[in-house]
């Protein structure tokens, strides 16, 4: 069955890096490439929100809270989010997603993304 496994979270400070990575596994009849992936994330007390895709043509869409500081990317079947300079408005759960969706379709939506991590913490402390 499908599988999404992230790992890579913890806690940093103030304008500090950190990188996310999610193994996917057992997309049968799939191939990587077909699968758009991307990360949601949701903080405490708000909503789940969209903060970088990656599709199938290779475009990439970001958060406006989070472009020119993270970096979505793809490999196969590893997906990392590369995050730089980050802030405590950052902290939350962080959750990756893969799914379809048109390309470069500039809204992030959770209903696109069929199958989920289980999610991993990342705080950012002042």
């Known amino acids: 069955q499908a599988q999404l496994v992230e790992s890579g979270g913890g806690s940093v400070q103030d304008g500090g890096s950190m990188r996310l990575s999610c193994a996917a596994s057992?997309?049968?009849?799939?191939?990587?490439?077909?699968?758009?992936m991307g990360w949601f994330r949701q903080a405490p007390g708000k909503e789940r929100e969209g903060v970088a895709v990656?599709?199938?043509?290779?475009s990439t869409t970001y958060a406006d809270s989070v472009k020119g500081r993270f970096t979505i990317s793809q490999d196969n079947a590893k997906n990392t989010l590369l995050m730089n300079s980050l802030k405590p408005e950052d902290t939350a759960m962080y959750y990756c997603?893969?799914?379809?969706?048109?390309?470069?379709?500039?809204?992030?939506?959770?209903?696109?993304?069929?199958?989920w991590g289980q999610g991993t913490q990342v705080t950012v402390s002042s």
């Open positions: 997603a893969a799914g379809s969706r048109v390309p470069g379709n500039p809204i992030m939506m959770e209903v696109d993304f069929a199958h």
């Open positions: 057992g997309y049968t009849g799939y191939t990587y490439s077909k699968l758009c």
């Open positions: 990656i599709d199938t043509d290779g």
